[in-house]
C-alpha cells in the first residue's frame, strides 16, 4: 500500500454489488440457463474474477505487494486450470 | 474513551496487516489447491458419480453461503478503511455487523448437512460426499476461527491502550484471514455445486 494517498478506487458496496451478481450468474447459468459446458466454464470464470475483484479491493493487494501479489495470482490462476482441467477432462 | 488519532501510514511497513499471517494465508490456500486438484482428478475419473452425487446438493444453499459471506466480507472492508481514517468507534461497529452478518453462513452449513444426513448422505456415501464433507467442514472450522478473530478484532478496535499503528494491523491481518474465508468459498461453491456435466 501507498504510504500517501487514498488506496480504494471503488467504494465497497460497488464491489460487493458485482460480487454478488456474478454468483447470482453463475447460478442461474448452473440451473439451466445456459448448455452444461458454457455454464460451467462461466462458472469457474466468475469464480476467479470474483476472487481477483477480493484481493484487489477487499484485501488491498496491489502489484506493489511483492512477492504476495504475483503469488496469491498465480495460486488463482493455477487453481484455475486445475478446475477447467478437472472438468474439461471428463 | 475512544481514540480518533489517523495512525501514521507513512511509518508502516506497505504491506495491509501482519507477514505472518500473509504467510499462514498463502500455506492455507495452497493446502486448499491440493484439496481441489484432488477433488477435480477424482471428478475427470469418474464424471457419472459425481454428476449424480452435484445433482443431490441443493444450489441454493450453496448461492446463500455465497452471498452471506459477500456481505460479511463487505462489511469488513469497510471496518478496515474506517479503521485507517482512525474512526476505532465505527470501526468497531462495522467489525460487529461483519460478526452479525456472517453468522448466518454456521446456520445454513449445520441445515444443509443435517438435511444430508437426514436422507441418509454421509461422509462414507461415496468419493463425492466425502470430499465434500471434508472440504466443507475444514472450511466450517476455518470460519469458526474467523467469528472467534472478529471477536478478539472488537475489543481490539477500541483498546486504547494500544497503540492506533497496532490496532489497524491487527484489523487489516484478521480482516485479510476473513476474506481468505469467504474467497475459499467462492472455489468451493464454483467446484462442488455449479459445475454440471454435458
Not at chain 2, 448461492?63 to 462489511?75: E, H, K, Q
Not at chain 2, 476455518?142 to 481490539?156: D, Q
Not at chain 2, 484471514?177 to 455449479?194: G, N, P, Q, S
Request: glycine share 6%.
Amino acid at each position: 500500500m501507498s504510504a500517501a494517498g487514498p488506496r480504494h478506487a471503488a467504494p465497497v458496496a460497488a464491489i460487493w454489488a458485482v460480487l454478488a451478481f456474478a454468483s447470482i450468474a453463475g447460478f442461474a447459468l448452473a440451473e439451466g440457463l445456459a448448455p452444461a459446458r458454457i455454464a460451467a466454464t462461466a462458472a469457474i470464470l466468475l469464480a476467479a474474477v470474483k476472487i481477483n475483484l477480493i484481493m484487489v479491493h477487499y484485501m488491498d493487494l496491489t502489484w506493489s505487494h511483492t512477492p504476495l501479489r504475483p503469488l496469491l495470482a498465480a495460486w488463482l490462476a493455477v487453481v484455475t486450470l486445475i478446475l477447467l482441467g478437472g472438468y474439461w477432462s471428463a | 474513551m475512544t481514540a480518533t488519532t489517523a495512525p501514521d501510514r507513512a511509518s508502516m511497513a506497505t504491506l495491509p496487516g501482519d507477514s505472518g499471517v500473509w504467510f499462514f494465508i498463502v500455506a492455507d490456500m495452497c493446502a486448499f489447491a491440493v484439496f481441489f486438484l484432488v477433488f477435480s482428478a477424482g471428478r475427470a475419473a469418474e464424471p457419472a458419480l459425481y454428476e449424480t452425487s452435484r445433482r443431490m446438493l441443493d444450489l441454493r444453499f450453496g448461492l446463500a453461503n455465497t452471498l452471506i459471506l459477500l456481505t460479511s466480507g463487505a462489511f469488513m472492508a469497510q471496518a478496515a478503511r474506517t479503521a485507517q481514517r482512525g474512526d476505532w468507534q465505527r470501526t468497531r461497529t462495522l467489525l460487529i455487523v461483519t460478526m452479525i452478518t456472517g453468522l448466518p453462513f454456521g446456520l445454513s452449513k449445520a441445515l444443509e448437512w443435517s438435511a444430508k444426513m437426514a436422507h441418509g448422505v454421509t461422509l462414507t456415501t461415496n468419493e463425492f460426499f466425502t470430499y465434500y464433507f471434508i472440504f466443507t467442514g475444514v472450511h466450517f472450522l476455518h470460519f469458526a476461527i474467523g467469528i472467534a478473530v472478529l471477536i478478539v478484532l472488537m475489543r481490539t478496535a477500541t483498546d486504547t491502550a494500544k497503540p492506533a499503528d497496532t490496532r489497524l494491523r491487527w484489523i487489516e491481518a484478521g480482516g485479510a484471514y476473513w476474506h481468505m474465508v469467504d474467497l475459499l468459498w467462492i472455489v468451493l461453491f464454483a467446484m462442488l455445486y455449479l459445475l454440471r456435466a454435458a
